[in-house]
């Protein structure tokens, strides 16, 4: 049961933080009428997810694995660039705002950022729901795992969404310009944690040679230990990474890390960036 | 505009699930108890075409070591341990095919078309390997 639920915990946790910050962002400027849209992608890629996977079930039992790994490293990158993209979108938009700050101002949303944003929880949701799909059927099927197991799965993904509301909530109290720097800085390790997932399935799909462990905390914090599960469904956190996904993950967060935090034009206060 | 849509969602996941749930509940029977004895070496009967029951459990795969006629295979995988586990057959350091997200109890079934030669099939979860899971699997040609 808890193995279960830490599996679609992991699963679920980081789309619902993107989701989350999504919508919350969306309000925050003053463009709740847009809100429907954000959830249009996010049902759009659950009910895809749904469809495939049953269809998946139904037909040739499993993907073969490196279509499957391919799809997911995939989706990982697109999932990379648009939230690159959103990253400094964010940042740019945030600076603009200058005093305006407290009061929630209307920005200019147009249709191509909306599409964007929306497209971007699909893609969040959509990238780890097909899995979490094929992983309730087997639930299902298994004739070892009884109701309780599947109870705990369900309980995962409902725990993941509830912290994606958390954010949600949270998010529209805080003002404008910490919260751009806060989701924005978290959002950074979301992207790198992606790119070095996205090494991980193309090198299981077998079209990079991915091998190698460049440090091993499989024994202090497995992903299957609470705060593991934690760190890997938000950061993309791996105890054991192979060369090639550590550099891919430094490669990208510290340039971009960089970028984000000492973007020359509008310095952040180092206080708020810890955060 | 948000609450009740994030509500339906989960509605209509909970709904789904139940109508899977009832649709399957007559039709998972299984075998059970196929699971070889712990340590064992196994062969598939030629020409059987059956599927090799392979169980995962702290530290260890039973059988740890297989042989098997070339050609497409299929094997039943079942969790026997308490924490999750993995199924990957490797050639070399490469993934042939895998299983993963093996949770306690459930079994799953992986089916591959392999050619002969040395494989070895591994969880790759941190640590699990070194702690013994690990086995070796001999495809033979013909």
């Not at chain 2, 006629?69 to 341990?81: D, K």
């Amino acid at each position: 049961v808890a193995a279960a639920f830490f599996l679609t915990l992991r699963e679920g946790l980081e789309a619902a933080l993107i989701v989350g910050i999504i919508a919350a962002y969306v309000v925050k400027i003053g463009r709740r009428d847009r809100l429907p849209m954000v959830m249009a992608g996010v049902l759009a890629a659950v009910g895809l997810s749904l469809a495939i996977g049953a269809t998946v079930v139904l037909t040739v039992g499993d993907l073969p694995i490196v279509l499957q790994e391919s799809i997911e490293g995939g989706a990982g990158i697109i999932a990379v660039a648009v939230l690159t993209w959103m990253l400094f979108w964010m940042r740019r938009q945030g600076r603009a705002l200058k005093g305006d700050l407290e009061r929630g101002v209307d920005v200019a949303l147009s249709q191509g950022s909306m599409l964007a944003l929306a497209g971007l929880a699909f893609v969040a949701v959509a990238r780890e729901g097909l899995e979490t799909t094929l992983f309730m059927f087997a639930i299902l099927s298994s004739s070892g795992t009884g109701l309780a197991t599947l109870i705990g799965a369900i309980l995962g993904l409902v725990i993941a969404v509830s912290i994606g509301w958390a954010i949600f909530v949270g998010g529209r109290r805080i003002d404008l310009r910490r919260f751009f720097t806060i989701t924005g800085t978290i959002l950074v390790f979301v992207s790198a944690g992606l790119v070095a997932f996205a090494i991980h399935e193309f090198g299981e799909a077998g079209l990079i040679a991915n091998t190698g462990t460049a440090f091993n905390l499989g024994g202090v914090l497995p992903e299957s230990s609470p705060l593991g599960a934690l760190l890997s469904g938000l950061f993309g956190y791996r105890s054991a990474p192979t060369p090639l996904e550590l550099i891919g993950y430094l490669a990208y967060l510290v340039p971009t890390l960089t970028l984000f935090v000492f973007d020359g034009r509008l310095p952040l206060r180092p206080k708020a960036v810890r955060a | 505009v948000f609450s009740p849509a994030r509500r339906s969602i989960a509605l209509t996941g909970l709904l789904f699930v139940g109508a899977i749930a009832a649709c399957s509940g007559g039709a998972t029977q299984a075998p059970s108890g196929s699971i070889g004895p712990s340590g064992s070496a196994g062969s598939a009967a030629p020409g059987s075409g059956g599927p090799i029951n392979v169980g995962a459990r702290e530290y260890a795969f039973d059988p740890s070591t297989l042989s098997i006629p070339a050609g497409e295979v299929t094997f039943h995988v079942t969790n026997t341990g308490t924490i999750e586990h993995e199924f990957e057959i490797l050639n070399g350091e490469t993934v042939v095919d895998e299983i993963e997200g093996l949770i306690p109890a459930l079994e799953k079934d992986l089916k591959v078309t392999l050619a002969p030669g040395s494989y070895t099939y591994v969880c790759r979860l941190a640590g699990h390997e070194e702690a013994g899971m690990k086995g070796t699997l001999t495809v033979t040609g013909g």
